[in-house]
């Protein structure tokens, strides 16, 4: 409606004008051919000139604020859309940390030994004097010394289902029953009998009396030993 009531306007101001030119060039003796030319230029210009001075329709403020917030919203919603590819395609977090001792033999993780260290019902004397065989069998090839402290005697040969039974010390013997694995069998002094690990031990040199080098009982040991595979 406004439109329709602006170029009625400009159609009457463009009549007034064509009229007022016909009008002076009447007084001013002009031709009438040269009067309605220029009665035409000039509305022609006046016409141009408000049309160039039409305001222009504006949207409005409701329908910008609409298209504001929608604007907003398909922004957040594509924000959110790639943080959740994102997400998806970073691997996925481990939160069990890898364990250093994990491949380590039990008796020879230091978490175990400092904790039987600071064990109160562990705890013995600074000296212990080393068990040894003083039967029958202290004589005996099969008799080996525990070279490590703290060497568990298991009763089973199995490092992580074998029970604990007693602790070793460095210098005590033992007597070797059988093997199985990397484990061996063995008798304590005490007459305790369990499982340990076939590196916790090492060959006792056998003196045989009173004799200070004998080359044929070391060869034989050595046979006896290798038929065994203990070496």
Known sequence: MQGMMGAAGRLLVMGLVMT???????????GPTTAIALGIVLTGLVGLIGVGRRP????????????????????ATRQVEESTAVD?????LTSK???PEANMPRWRRPSLLEARR????????????????????????DVRVIRYA????LDRPDEVLGVELADLESGDEVLLV???????????????????HRTTIAARPMSFGNRA???????????????RGLI
């Open 20 to 30: 007022g030119v016909l009008v002076a060039a009447v007084f001013a003796g002009v």
């Open 56 to 75: 222009r329709a504006s949207a409005p403020i409701e329908q910008v604020a609409a298209m504001e917030a929608t604007l907003e919203a398909a922004a």
């Open 97 to 99: 940390a890898v364990d």
């Open 88 to 92: 998806a395609m970073a691997p996925p």
């Open 213 to 227: 080098g004998a080359p044929e009982a070391d060869d034989a040991l050595t046979a006896l030993l290798s038929a």
């Open 118 to 141: 600071a064990d109160p019902s562990r705890q013995s004397p600074a000296y212990r004097l080393s068990m040894k065989f003083s039967d029958s069998r202290a004589d005996s090839p």
């Open 150 to 153: 703290v060497v568990p005697l």
């Open 178 to 196: 059988g093997a199985q694995g990397t484990f061996i069998e063995v008798t304590c002094p005490n007459g305790e009998h369990g499982w340990i």
